[in-house]
């Protein structure tokens, strides 16, 4: 059951330039998205999110984009950061009132200075 | 900021064997969660609680496994008679309802 998938195990960046991760799902009644971060031995720590009706959320050097034509969302981190060094999960929910998400594998992000 | 607090950080137990995880959630979060992360693979809904009762729950979470609410801070997840796979990370979550998950940072169960 792959409803939502991160297709690139590793992502490695310089610092300052944009990290660009990818995330793919194929349930089409999904209708909120979310990225968290996690840093070994912590738990995922909310990043950003976007909800369908839109295209794109920005954060401060975070930005999310969705295509729901192509269910498909990235995350854009602008300049990258040593400190951004960690994995990320793309997750999903539906409009069910309760957030049971749906995680992707993850994608683990190395910023080199 | 507020945390959501799990003990263990880590638990060794032997098959067969009940558990019982903790999690104090943040103190004005009406839904509280379980996942689970099994080496190497997703994170995983187990259950959500809302209002004393569970409101959903995954196929993984079977008649070993339960919830609790047992005092107006604790929030416990019993695994009645744990199997080998049952070895993962779990973290608890909770939300005041319309705003992101906030996880605690897990309890590693071992179980031999």
């Known amino acids: 059951d792959q409803q939502v998938k991160q297709n690139s195990p590793s992502l490695s960046v310089q610092e300052g330039r944009i990290s660009i991760l990818n995330c793919d799902y194929t349930?089409?009644?999904?209708?909120?998205f979310l990225w968290y971060k996690k840093y070994p031995a912590e738990g995922p720590t909310f990043l950003i999110s976007?909800?369908?009706?839109?295209d794109k959320n920005e954060d401060g050097r975070f930005t999310v984009f969705l295509n729901k034509s192509a269910k498909h969302l990235s995350l854009h981190i602008v300049p990258s950061q040593p400190g951004d060094s960690a994995v990320y999960f793309c997750a999903a929910q539906e409009n069910t009132g309760f957030q049971k998400l749906v995680f992707g594998t993850g994608t683990r992000l190395l910023v080199s200075p | 900021e507020p945390e959501v607090t799990q003990t263990p950080s880590h638990q060794v137990t032997q098959m067969g064997q009940e558990v019982i995880l903790r999690c104090v959630p943040i103190s004005n979060h009406l839904y509280f969660y379980w996942y689970r992360q099994i080496l190497g693979q997703k994170v995983e809904f187990l259950v959500s609680f809302y209002n004393n009762e569970i409101s959903e729950k995954s196929e993984i979470f079977d008649d070993q496994f339960s919830v609790e609410r047992p005092d107006g801070s604790n929030f416990t997840l019993k695994i009645r008679s744990t199997k080998l796979e049952d070895s993962a990370m779990y973290f608890c979550?909770?939300?005041?309802?319309?705003?992101?998950?906030?996880f605690g940072n897990g309890t590693r169960l071992t179980v031999t």
């Open positions: 976007i909800s369908s009706i839109k």
């Open positions: 349930n089409s009644m999904f209708d909120y």
């Open positions: 979550a909770s939300t005041r309802g319309g705003s992101p998950l906030h």
